[in-house]
């Protein structure tokens, strides 16, 4: 046998030997080699081609639309149960405010008597803000013709109905306390100093954040003084177009000056970005009152394109077979 042949052989046995390591070593889920393969970045998947946002045909009469219903309506709840048992494990006390201008659409008449027996199982008050603006002029309460968010006047509205329950719990204080906080405790870019803003509808207005990102004129303390009364929501309860002491918070901090208001609410958010806001940042708030906000389309919202547009982790959103299947019939 000739000196080439055998460099041959030898270096195919080595080479053969070598891949039999790797493979064992790629099984291992310890080893050094599967956590280095495991922690090449992954491309995030493109849904830029998924446009539409559907609300009312969600509701439409079809098979279709109640099977995906039905998934929604399911992963508000998953959201939803999670936050009630949370909140109340803190000892805080947990109020649910119901509000829209359009009560008599499908979709909100809809998701009201569903989260209304969500609310009821779980012996939360829910609080209908309807009546209080069904029978107002929408010009008088909101910023209509150019934008259907409240004014001035329709946030003085609910800011009084809200101070009933603020008066009902007054005693309320969480059980909960954190000595390892994280420095910032909202979603807003912090220490904002009457920054103007107007929507694109030239309706400007300032907003004012704390250091610790929530649009809140102050800071607050490592340790709790008073009563915390914590607000979450969407742009319902986030107020634009009105300077923060116009908001419902603001006036609702004026009535309230031996308490403290945090507004934590921010454009388009849904339950699940409730639920991931107070695990990661509002539970160190250590609120003694909740006061939790939603809309008509919110079971709507669960849908995969609202998500991919509002969502706090958008990079985690990603549709099930069954909402694909249903996009294809938007088209």
Known sequence: MNSTLVKIIVALVILGGLGYFLYNKSQDKNSSLNKAIN????????YSEYTIVPEDELYAESAEANSILAELKLRFKTNFDSLAIDAKAAGAKLVFCWLTTEPYKKMNSNSKEFIKQLCSEKGIDFVDFVPLIINKKTEEITFMPKDGHFNKAGAKILADKMAEYVKKYSEVRSTKTYSDKPTILGDLDPNQKDNILDGGKNLPYKVTTNSQGLRMNYDLEAIKAKQRIL??????????FLDNDQTGTGQLQAMFPDKEILNAANWGYA?????????????????????????????????????????????????????????????
């Not at 922690?39 to 995030?44: D, H, K």
């Not at 607000?231 to 634009?240: A, N, Q, R, T, V």
Request: charged share 30%; no cysteine.
């Open 39 to 46: 922690t090449i970045p992954v491309t995030a998947q493109d």
């Open 231 to 240: 607000i979450m929501g969407d742009s319902g309860f986030y107020f634009p």
């Open 271 to 331: 339950i699940d970005d409730y639920w991931s806001q107070w695990k990661e940042r509002l539970k160190f708030t250590e609120p003694d009152v909740v006061f939790l906000q939603a809309s008509g389309e919110d079971i709507a919202n669960q849908f995969f394109t609202h998500r991919l547009k509002f969502s706090r982790h958008k990079d985690m959103i990603k549709p099930t077979e069954s909402e694909k299947r249903f996009y294809s019939t938007l088209k």
